[in-house]
């Protein structure tokens, strides 16, 4: 196992990270981040499920409204 100040040493110049507090802020950035994302998944997962039946959809047809619409 690495010792502190050797631990300490591989992150900050692996990471160009000053010190230990930087790196840690950063994790836990990153962290809060992914979190808000997956959060943003699910409840636009929900709003779909809650949305109501499933309808048809014809892909040719809406390609092909698309090209007429937008060129």
């Known amino acids: 196992?690495?010792?502190e100040a050797e631990r300490s040493a591989f992150c900050c110049q692996r990471c160009d990270y000053?010190?230990?507090?930087e790196y840690i802020r950063d994790l836990l950035r990153r962290e809060q981040e992914?979190?808000?994302?997956?959060?943003?998944?699910?409840?636009?997962?929900?709003e779909?499920?809650?949305?109501?039946?499933?309808?048809s959809f014809d892909a040719d047809a809406?390609?092909?409204r698309m090209l007429t619409a937008h060129g």
């Open 48 to 55: 779909g499920e809650s949305s109501g039946e499933p309808r």
């Open 18 to 21: 000053t010190n230990d507090s």
């Open 1 to 3: 196992m690495l010792a």
């Open 62 to 64: 809406f390609k092909q």
């Open 34 to 46: 992914r979190s808000a994302e997956v959060e943003a998944i699910r409840a636009a997962l929900m």
